[in-house]
Nanobody, 121 residues
Framework: QVQLVESGGGLVQPGGSLRLSCAASGSVFSVAKWAWYREGQDKTREFVAHIFLSGTTKYAEDVEGRFTISRDDARDTVTVYLQMNSLRPEDSAVYYC?????????????WGQGTQVTVSS
């Protein structure tokens, strides 16, 4: 089991910045890929960014160059960050952290409870 707790959301003006954190505990050694997704008003969960165990990253087209995903590994815990700059009103959403285990474990992706980001003047 992997437990995920997001934090760092809030209200920010357009053009501002926020840093989201995802504190992971439990069987973090089983995770191959860490990611951020978001769910807007339409309730569609969309990909934002991911980072593999190797450090390789990928971003959705509309956040490329504005958002940065990173990871801090401790002995038994992992913290995944999402630095969000130049925020736009359309970035407003509930942001979810996810942890995808290696396929060999046959376990579904873990999800956090989400943190609300609102970009508004």
């Amino acid at each position: 089991q992997v437990q995920l707790v997001e934090s760092g959301g809030g209200l920010v003006q357009p053009g501002g910045s926020l840093r989201l954190s995802c504190a992971a505990s439990g069987s973090v050694f089983s995770v191959a890929k860490w990611a951020w997704y978001r769910e807007g008003q339409d309730k569609t969960r969309e990909f934002v960014a991911h980072i593999f165990l190797s450090g390789t990253t990928k971003y959705a087209e509309d956040v490329e160059g504005r958002f940065t995903i990173s990871r801090d590994d401790a002995r038994d815990t992992v913290t995944v960050y999402l630095q969000m700059n130049s925020l736009r009103p359309e970035d407003s959403a509930v942001y979810y952290c996810s942890a995808e285990p290696f396929a060999i474990y046959g376990i579904d992706t873990y999800w956090g409870q989400g943190t609300q980001v609102t970009v508004s003047s």
